[in-house]
DNA sequence: AACAGAGTCAACCGCAGAACT
DNA sequence: GAGTTCTGCGGTTGACTCTGT
């Protein structure tokens, strides 16, 4: 079916914005509120495109946002999101108030990305999880690169939607590891993944910070045990099991 | 002072699901 | 139901700044 860019993009600028840009932006923003992207531009007398503009004032406008640098407990919180959620930045963003996925993305990639990289260099593996696929340090270069692929996603909503396996897995020996028969699986509603994985916003930031690795994914175990229980049409063995859920997790079976 | 390389971060891009017609 | 548009996402780029020589 072919897609249309999202404006035209001739006669439009690019690049940074000037404080005029964006005085043009806020005061729109603020007179007649969010959306309506693609019209927006127009009305307010930009030569942006719409994606543009979302952006800008997402990132950059909006006056919740928090500027500065990311401290010791928030840097602390995106290392153990990151752990469960892998490179889900509005995710993450979400549970930091006042940060941007964008913020959020450059700041690992700069800084928490190399740190954890140069730490997996010299530190023996940790034991063994399904949580930590994202970041696990691994021995061989070629190990970590293989690791570090698994979590790469393409951009997806992974809010709308979560698809859940019908059957537990078998109880044997569970690898890391494990094949997600698709024939198997059900598609929760919409809304009810955005659920699944928010409820873990449910908690107070100095909650989850004051807790051990080993709790923390307790508490985002129980959030979710919590949600599915409480989810009609979801079917009971499916909320009773939540190492069902653990890929959900691990980069390497995203469906 | 001048240059090179590394680091940072705002902005862009393409994709995909949701919403609309 | 099919086609189209809107919106939001993660990955990537490139301009700018910082730091070392």
Redesign the pocket.
Do not use: Q, V
């Given at each position: 079916?072919?897609?249309?860019?999202?404006?035209s993009?001739e006669g439009?600028?690019?690049?940074?914005?000037t404080a005029l840009?964006?005085k043009l932006l806020t005061s729109y923003i603020k007179a007649h509120g969010?959306?309506?992207?693609?019209?927006?531009p127009k009305r307010a007398g930009l030569k942006?495109?719409?994606?543009?503009c979302?952006?800008?004032w997402?990132?950059?406008l909006r006056p919740d946002i928090k500027?500065g640098?990311i401290s010791h407990d928030e840097e602390e919180l995106i290392i153990r999101l990151h752990n469960l959620?892998?490179?889900?930045?509005?995710?993450?963003?979400?549970r930091l108030p006042g940060r941007?996925?964008?913020?959020i993305?450059?700041?690992w990639?700069?800084?928490l990305g190399?740190r954890a990289k140069a730490q997996a260099s010299i530190e023996a593996p940790p034991r063994k999880s399904t949580h930590d696929v994202a970041t696990e340090p691994s021995s061989s270069p070629e190990a970590t690169k293989a690791k570090v692929e698994v979590?790469?996603?393409?951009?997806?909503?992974?809010?709308?939607?979560v698809m859940v396996p019908l059957q537990p897995p078998a109880p044997a020996p569970a690898p890391a590891t494990q094949d997600v028969d698709v024939t198997n699986l059900t598609l929760l509603e919409?809304d009810t993944g955005t659920q699944v994985l928010d409820s873990l916003f449910d908690f107070e930031i100095s909650e989850l910070l004051k807790a051990s690795d080993e709790e923390f994914e307790e508490l985002f175990d129980e959030a979710m045990f919590k949600d599915l229980t409480t989810t009609p049409g979801l079917s009971d063995n499916a909320a009773t099991d939540l190492d069902s859920l653990a890929f959900l997790l691990d980069g390497h079976d995203w469906p």
């Open positions: 079916m072919g897609r249309r860019p999202c404006c993009k439009l600028n690019k690049g940074a914005w840009e964006d969010e959306g309506k992207w693609r019209n927006l942006r495109c719409g994606k543009s979302r952006l800008r997402l990132n950059y500027r640098n959620l892998g490179n889900r930045w509005s995710l993450i963003a979400g941007t996925d964008n913020e993305k450059n700041y990639n700069t800084t190399k979590i790469r996603t393409r951009a997806s909503r992974c809010s709308s939607r919409p």
